[in-house]
């Protein structure tokens, strides 16, 4: 028995304004048995998930520089 999708979740590759995205909402209405497409609008929580998370990579990356390459 194969398995049955509900729905989709696309990301963008970066934050567009809202008269950029016309092209994409209408282009994803056109596709075979899409029924709804509903953008989110992109909040301060947002950006201070991504900053969270660059400061961790960046962390890690250090540690990992440190420990493993330098050896110190």
Known sequence: MTDRFKGFIVHLDKDLMEDKCEEIIIALKNIKHVANVKPLISSIDDEIGYSR????????FSDFLRDEILNI
Not at 53 to 60: F, H, L, N, P, T
């Open 53 to 60: 998370g660059r400061r961790e990579i960046i962390a890690k």
